[in-house]
C-alpha cells in the first residue's frame, strides 16, 4: 500500500540548505509541480531573503548548476533551479530507491520532509540509503496513503471548508504562525472569534470523519 512519512533533518543536510543557514528569518518551501524532466525540485518560494542572497547562497554549491529568481509574489521569491547531474545526499537517495519528495519546508533550525513511497518498504530504503551516506533523518510520521475525498464526505459546511483552506494556505497551522485569526476573519469580512468558532467547528468535523471510529 502507498505510504506517506515525515522527516525532519538538519539544515545543512539538504541541498538548499545553505540559503536558510545563519538567516533565522528565511524560509524556504518547494513548489509543487507535475515533474516533466529529470530535475528533482525545479522550483522553489524564499521568503525572508533577496534575489542577490539567493544567487550568493548557491554560487559555489557544487550540487547546482545555475539559479535564477524568475518571479516575485507577496514578497516572496520563486526560484528556479538546475542542478548539477548525479550528486549526493537526500536526492540522491529519492531517486535510487523510487520514492518521491512531496514536499519540504526549511528554515535556520531545520526541514520538514515529506516523502511516498509505493510501500513502507520503500520508505525503509529510503531511510538506509540516507543512513549510508552519513544523513541523520528522524521520522516523525508514517501512514497509509489516504483515499482522496470531498468535503461532504466530512460533512464540511461550505464555509467550514474555506476556512480550512485559506488558514492552511496563508500559514496560521504553521509554527510559528504567519498569520491571526484576526487577519483571517477580515479576508471573510468577520472577527477573529468568529473566524476561529468557524475554523475549531471545521477541525472537529475532519477529525471525527477520519480519526474517530463512530
Not at 530507491?97 to 520532509?113: K, P, Q
Request: charged residues 30%; negative net charge.
Amino acid at each position: 500500500m502507498a505510504t506517506v512519512a515525515e522527516f525532519t533533518v538538519l539544515p545543512g543536510d539538504f541541498p538548499l540548505g545553505s540559503l536558510v543557514a545563519n538567516r533565522p528569518d528565511a524560509r524556504i518551501r518547494l513548489e509543487q509541480v507535475v515533474p516533466t524532466r529529470s530535475d528533482p525540485i525545479p522550483y522553489f518560494w524564499v521568503h525572508g531573503s533577496d534575489s542577490e542572497e539567493v544567487v550568493e547562497a548557491f554560487r559555489d554549491s557544487p550540487e547546482v548548476k545555475r539559479t535564477r529568481v524568475i518571479d516575485e509574489v507577496d514578497g516572496e521569491l520563486l526560484v528556479r533551479v538546475e542542478w548539477t547531474p548525479g550528486g549526493d545526499g537526500i536526492l540522491r537517495a529519492t531517486r535510487e530507491t523510487d520514492v518521491t519528495l512531496v514536499s519540504a519546508e526549511g528554515t535556520s533550525e531545520g526541514w520538514t520532509l515529506e516523502v511516498r513511497g509505493d510501500d513502507a518498504d520503500a520508505i525503509k530504503a529510503f531511510q538506509a540509503n540516507c543512513s549510508e551516506s552519513s544523513i541523520p533523518l528522524e521520522l516523525r510520521t508514517l501512514h497509509a496513503l489516504m483515499p482522496l475525498v470531498n468535503a461532504d464526505e466530512y460533512s464540511l459546511t461550505d464555509r467550514q471548508r474555506d476556512a480550512l483552506i485559506v488558514a492552511y494556505e496563508r500559514g496560521y497551522f504553521d509554527s510559528p504562525q504567519q498569520v491571526t485569526l484576526e487577519e483571517l476573519g477580515a479576508e471573510f469580512g468577520i472577527t477573529g472569534q468568529s473566524f476561529g468558532s468557524r475554523l475549531r467547528r471545521g477541525t472537529k468535523r475532519l477529525i471525527k470523519a477520519a480519526l474517530v471510529d463512530t
